[in-house]
């Protein structure tokens, strides 16, 4: 009797360290998986699941870091891609200005600087509100420090 007690235990502890084995192996894959196909979050949840399952896993830690650089590049780009979409219709609205005063201000009159004086206030306005919020929000400046 001893001796099949002894023999299922074994048995048991044999199929549980397999299935700890699989259960990293399958996390491991689904990541690789998630980083070639760019979902680095997912990748990161995978990852993170593996590192349960073993936490000194060097192959699960460099993955991690790969994905979280990978993440951070991707969410960087995604902030340069909305300030050059938040700053292109000024850029346009400034460079229509320019042209308008065919870029020598001693032609302008006084009366054509009044006219264009309000849009020149509102492009004036607009880029310091921007500016507020790029200073205010470590996003930002994080984006463009890392570039």
Known sequence: MRKTILIISAIVFVCSACTMFNKYEGYMRQAKDSMREEKYEESLEYINSALIEE????DAIVLKAMAEEALKKEKIEVEKAKFVEMTTPIYERLFTLTKEINEDASNL????????RPQVEQIQAELSRMSKE???SERYSKAFQSS
């Open 55 to 58: 936490p000194t896993s060097e």
């Open 109 to 116: 009159s006084v009366s054509d600087a009044e006219i264009l």
């Open 134 to 136: 790029w200073n205010d």
